[in-house]
């Protein structure tokens, strides 16, 4: 009977030991996938980040305009919306944006805008004027 007793102690103890070893390996185990998500979840901002750029890089719209006309669009019209922002911004905000600034900009450039789809012949930022400002922007960074 003792020795039966002693066998029930010797497997309760072994089980006991065998939950630890399990628990461990579980925690071990959730570590590991706690790491991967944390990982995963910085490569798919990564990505996210790197496919924006190269959808404003996909098209090169801007290899249409003549030289001048971009670094015009650089130094004047850039600096106007800030580099970040029209990254950034909705088409709305853009809108209204050149809508603000456009009377302080010289005829020739308004004409220039025009002949090149960029604008409208309202004056009004064309999707194409858009996705050229944020191609332009996306390649100074």
């Known amino acids: 009977m003792e020795q039966l007793i ?18 461990k390996k579980w925690r071990e185990k959730d570590k590991e996938l706690v790491n991967a998500k944390s990982e995963l979840q910085f490569l798919q901002e990564r990505l996210a980040i790197e496919e924006k750029l190269k959808s404003y890089q996909a098209t090169p719209l801007s290899l249409e305009l003549p030289r001048n006309l971009v670094l015009y669009i650089k130094r004047r019209l850039l600096k106007e919306f800030g580099l970040e922002s029209v990254l950034e911004a909705s088409r709305q905000v853009l809108l209204h944006r050149f809508e603000s ?3 302080s900009f010289a005829p020739s450039f308004l004409e220039a805008l025009r002949e090149f789809d960029i604008v409208d012949d309202h004056e009004v930022l064309t999707n194409k004027g858009i996705q050229i400002l944020k191609e332009i922007a996306a390649n100074i960074r």
């Not at 002693?6 to 628990?23: P, R, Y």
Request: aromatic share 4%; glycine share 4%.
């Open 6 to 23: 002693q066998d029930l102690v010797k497997k309760a103890q072994l089980q006991d030991k065998e939950k630890g070893e399990l628990f």
């Open 101 to 103: 600034v456009k009377s």
